[in-house]
């Protein structure tokens, strides 16, 4: 448990985020209508119940497949190099591939993966991310799709995490500090 008190404010409600997956999914539908089989490379862990909810609503021959990136330590400093910690378990050359990311924050994870993805020579490459903070930006990218542009908070819930804690929080939420 972060030593520091927090409490979390709701940001983003599980029915807002349920309604704007089942938007996202229909665009990326709509953009992959012809595809054979799209793979969607989930970056662990952030995007784990993301993944799970969009790919429900994606009316497509889908594969899952993980990639496990660092970017951030154990608490809520971001570092500038990114290393593959688990890297996926199929190919993607040749293939339609969406990437599913938590959070778009400095950049440094997406710009990173997306980079390595395209050097297998994938048939197309588009990026998804439930949340996109610009205003932190320090390299330039943006996912195809995103789900909410959110100000520079440090944000909880499904999936998204703070010191490995409150990932199961169905709604978003932002940490806001609390005197000892
Ligand atoms: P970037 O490389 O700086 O864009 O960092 C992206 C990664 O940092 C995301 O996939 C998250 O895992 C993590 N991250 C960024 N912002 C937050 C946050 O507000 N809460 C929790 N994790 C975050
Ligand atoms: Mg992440």
Known sequence: MPETPYVIDEMISAKSIAARVE???REITA????????VVVGL????????ADLVR???????????????????MESTREVRILKDLSGAVGGHDVLVVEDIVD??????HVINLLRSRGPR?????ALLDKPSRREVDIRATW????IPDEFVVGYGIDYAQYNRNLPHI????????
Do not use: Q
């Open 23 to 25: 938007a996202l999914a």
């Open 31 to 38: 953009h992959f209508h012809d595809t054979d089989k799209l």
């Open 44 to 51: 662990l862990r952030g995007s784990f119940i993301f993944i």
């Open 57 to 75: 609503e994606l009316d497509l021959h889908v594969e899952v497949d993980f990639l496990e990136a660092s970017s951030y330590g154990s608490g």
């Open 106 to 111: 400095t950049g440094f994870t997406l710009h």
């Open 124 to 128: 197309r490459l588009e990026s998804c």
């Open 146 to 149: 995103t789900g909410f542009e």
């Open 173 to 180: 939420g932002k940490v806001r500090f609390t005197d000892p």
